[in-house]
T-cell receptor, first 117, second 115 residues
Framework: AQKITQTQPGMFVQEKEAVTLDCTYD???????LFWYKQPSSGEMIFLIY??????QNATEGRYSLNFQKARKSANLVISASQLGDSAMYFC??????????????FGQGTTLQVKP | GAGVSQTPSNKVTEKGKYVELRCDPI?????LYWYRQSLGQGPEFLIY????????DSGLPNDRFFAVRPEGSVSTLKIQRTERGDSAVYLC?????????????FGPGTRLTVL
């Protein structure tokens, strides 16, 4: 069964430093997509970045990049130059697009990131 | 343009009561999803609509939960005989299609509290 694992319940980072949030996944489907969402204390889920399983290059979006290691089934999020506004809960999610075409997302448990001034 | 909206933002009810939660997706989005997020957890999938039909309801926890999308736009999640364990934030999301490469756009959620 598909599964997302985020092993870091909480992380601290100094402002302006880079931080890596870990995510591993398990699926038997050769075709899938990986997402990262940010959830601030207001509760809304904010899309950050997407990586397709067949994408040759790691995805980047501004200060966000996804370190995709397919053989290890990991999709870590790297945030460069952390800002105080980055303090939030971060969720890794997976969508299978092969055998299942519903598009539903499977989420990990989340990592709380706190940026220190 | 307007994003996904959900009403009410907060709902407090008593055990055993019936509740309805509403979701207005982004105009033109055919795919609509309901998720439930318990405190300190990631969202869990409940049901997916493609157009008017529920294409996947495998995440509904039991038959007290039901959802409709009669005209392929607004969706209502209905919970009968609510229990304290139903307390959670209910999130709605929409996308252009189920396999759209980009994100599902999430609404702000409805926080349901069952006393």
């Amino acid at each position: 069964a598909q599964k997302i694992t985020q092993t870091q319940p909480g992380m601290f980072v100094q402002e302006k430093e880079a931080v890596t949030l870990d995510c591993t996944y398990d699926t038997s489907d050769p075709s899938y997509g990986l997402f990262w969402y940010k959830q601030p204390s207001s509760g809304e889920m904010i899309f950050l970045i997407y990586q397709g399983s067949y994408d040759q290059q790691n995805a980047t979006e501004g200060r966000y990049s996804l370190n995709f290691q397919k053989a290890r089934k990991s999709a870590n999020l790297v945030i460069s130059a952390s800002q105080l506004g980055d303090s939030a809960m971060y969720f890794c999610a997976m969508r299978e697009t092969g055998s299942s075409n519903t598009g539903k997302l499977i989420f990990g448990q989340g990592t709380t990131l706190q940026v220190k001034p | 343009g307007a994003g996904v909206s959900q009403t009410p933002s907060n709902k407090v009810t008593e055990k055993g009561k019936y509740v309805e939660l509403r979701c207005d997706p982004i105009s033109g989005h055919t795919a609509l999803y309901w998720y439930r997020q318990s405190l300190g957890q990631g969202p869990e999938f409940l049901i997916y609509f493609q157009g008017t039909g529920a294409a996947d309801d495998s995440g509904l926890p039991n038959d007290r939960f039901f959802a409709v999308r009669p005209e392929g736009s607004v969706s209502t999640l209905k919970i009968q005989r609510t229990e304290r364990g139903d307390s959670a934030v209910y999130l709605c999301a929409s996308s252009l299609g189920p396999l759209d490469a980009n994100e599902q756009f999430f609404g702000p959620g409805t926080r349901l509290t069952v006393l």
